[in-house]
């Protein structure tokens, strides 16, 4: 592939291209973020690319920027920001007061439209301009997998599984994310809370498939006391909750786990998505993604060559 460099004239130097973009949400929606900044790299690779992320000083527990470490290991293209300052807080306003997509494209202000669409408007920007979205499609993973898939691995290696899960690849340990937290209340009914229904059939495909019986089943989760409650019925053998493992160390292990049954939620999808091939290794994730109904959000975080069971 031959690249070629577009010079403004007499001055030897790219054009240049600063965007700000707002992030939040959980490491699981932040590596979403990152691979759409990903994107907006390779598009702008014949321009002096500047990306500004603008974050929340004040946090939820469990909604830590952490993402913001493993990108400051190598990117001279992006720098942070609180959401604290003037620039961010007048672009806020605007988005309260301008109701239609059009009035704030004057404003040079990108919102997408749907969290679960891949939208190529979004990677057409124009100098100076502020963008708002989750992007959560696998068609912008797609775009740069090799890519985020190198940077994140290096990333990642900077942080251990506790030597209690030394045995990950073994073939008769299973893991299991068990997501509570967040989505309990309220929120439960749009969300889809798994049961153990979900769980036991999962580990019953496993091991018909694979023939080996589990000794060892590790449940890792954000709410323990919760959790406890809904697997009564499944022989977990450790629980792990925020306390042992924080969201980085939890992504690592669903990856190198040789067998994994995800939750609906978009760290045990990534953990899917990046994971390591045993060869006879076993992963399921949960379909559909959201409430028990089919939505944008099967179709946006779909990819073949994983084993969906019917979430209960």
Not at 53 to 78: A, Q, T, V, Y
Not at 103 to 127: A, D, G
Not at 131 to 141: A, D, H, L, P, W
């Amino acid at each position: 592939m031959t690249v070629t460099l577009i010079l403004i004239k007499g001055t030897g130097k790219l054009p240049k291209k600063n965007l700000s973009l707002y992030m939040s949400q959980g490491l699981g929606n932040q590596l979403f973020f990152y691979t759409y900044i990903l994107n907006l790299i390779e598009k702008y690779i014949n321009e002096d690319l500047r990306i500004t992320i603008f974050f929340n000083r004040k946090f939820k527990p469990g909604r830590e920027f952490i993402l913001k470490e493993l990108i400051e290991l190598d990117s001279s293209i992006i720098k942070f920001q609180y959401n604290t300052g003037i620039k961010y807080l007048s672009k806020a306003m605007i988005l309260k007061i301008v109701e239609t997509d059009e009035k704030l494209t004057f404003f040079k202000i990108f919102k997408e439209k749907n969290i679960f669409e891949f939208e190529q408007r979004l990677l057409k920007l124009p100098n100076n301009s502020f963008v708002m979205g989750s992007f959560i499609s696998n068609r912008y993973v797609d775009n740069v997998f090799p890519l985020l898939q190198s940077k994140l691995t290096e990333g990642l290696n900077i942080y251990n599984i506790p030597k209690i899960l030394a045995y990950l690849d073994n073939p008769d340990v299973l893991i299991l994310h068990i997501r509570r937290g967040d989505t309990v209340g309220k929120i439960s009914e749009s969300r889809g809370l798994l049961t153990s229904v979900y769980y036991q059939n999962a580990i019953d495909i496993i091991e018909f498939k694979s023939g080996v019986k589990f000794n060892h089943i590790i449940a890792v989760t954000d709410d323990i006391e919760t959790s406890q409650k809904v697997l009564t019925n499944i022989p977990i053998s450790k629980w792990l909750g925020p306390q042992d493992l924080n969201a980085i160390e939890a992504l690592k292990v669903f990856i190198n786990a040789r067998n994994f049954i995800g939750a609906n939620s978009t760290l045990s999808w990534w953990g899917v998505r990046l994971s390591k091939d045993f060869g006879d290794s076993y992963k399921i994730l949960p379909r559909p993604w959201l409430g028990f109904r089919e939505s944008d959000a099967d179709k946006a975080l779909f990819f073949s060559s994983i084993q969906y069971v019917d979430a209960c």
